[in-house]
């Protein structure tokens, strides 16, 4: 991989294993849409970018400060070797047949706090609403980065306030659940800082601490929030797949990579429906 900055963009060269579209839209971020000449436009990090793919070259442009390179590069995952693990899981036909009906998913770092509340948004919704309760949390209690596009609210503005203000969102019970993450992040009781690095377990219970916060948000806010591809999120897609395919227990070609594992078999059992 190589890497090239200027003033407006970054360009990662020589990426292998990496669809953009793919890893967009694949259900684990929210807040990126195509254009209609294949950029796919969104905010993270509070910056508002367009990124696009030719082959093996992604460019990144829009609102690029210094040091933005390993951002980006984490966001997607880049120093890690998915053509090697994509190589392991094969093994498992399963997932061979998942990995080549979908090449080049990976699995985005996004900041902890966005994807703590995202996935308490996700519970018991579908992927079109939840953008929607998003997009209205951002344009409301937002930062305006101007056209049309918004900061994702920090913990400590929403602890300000209370499950009323949050109407306006339309996000039914789980407006009660985002006010009490908030708080809880806020005030120091869920430290989302040590999230990546301490014991998985202990990462677990640290999160289950927030109501609403059951096994499932746990999962999805340690694979998509902090990089731990062993975290293994279990919503209806895969508890099928376990059902059907893995009644034993996934493989042990998966160990160590189970997140990235069901990624794969999530978006693939979804588009085969």
């Known amino acids: 991989m190589t ?11 020589n990426i292998d294993s990496l669809s953009i579209p793919l890893s967009l839209d694949c259900g684990q971020a929210f807040r990126w849409t195509e254009t209609s000449d294949g950029i796919w436009h969104g905010v993270a990090f509070s910056r508002s970018v367009d990124i696009s793919q030719k082959e093996n070259t992604i460019i990144i442009t829009g609102d690029i400060r210094d040091g933005d390179e390993q951002i980006w590069a984490d966001y997607f995952d880049l120093n890690r070797d998915y053509s090697a693990i994509c190589e392991k899981l094969k093994i498992d036909n399963h997932l061979k ?3 080549e009906a ?36 951002c344009v409301h209690f ?13 913990a400590e503005k929403l602890a300000f306030l209370c499950v009323d203000d949050l109407s306006p969102l ?3 019970f789980r407006a009660k659940y985002i006010i009490d ?27 289950i601490k927030i109501k609403g ?32 395919l893995y009644p034993e227990g996934l493989p042990e070609c998966t160990k160590d990579v189970e997140g990235i594992a069901q990624q794969f078999l999530f978006h693939w059992r979804r588009n085969v429906e």
């Open 3 to 13: 890497v090239e900055t200027n003033k407006n963009s970054i360009i990662f060269r």
């Open 102 to 137: 979908y090449p080049g998913i990976r699995i985005l770092r996004q900041e902890s706090w966005e994807a703590l509340c995202s996935f308490i948004i996700s519970q018991n919704n579908n992927i079109p609403r939840i953008k929607g309760i998003i997009e209205r949390l």
């Open 181 to 207: 993450a908030a708080q809880k992040v806020a005030n120091g009781e869920v430290d989302l800082r040590k999230l990546s690095y301490c014991d998985i377990d202990e990462a677990r219970q640290e999160l």
């Open 213 to 244: 916060v059951g096994a499932k948000v746990a999962e999805c806010t340690l694979l998509y929030g902090c990089g731990r591809v062993d975290a293994f999120p279990v919503d209806v897609w895969v508890r099928r797949i376990m059902q059907e």
């Open 170 to 172: 339309r996000s039914g």
């Open 97 to 99: 047949t998942a990995i």
């Open 142 to 154: 937002g930062e305006d980065l101007g056209n049309g596009d918004f900061t994702f609210p920090s």
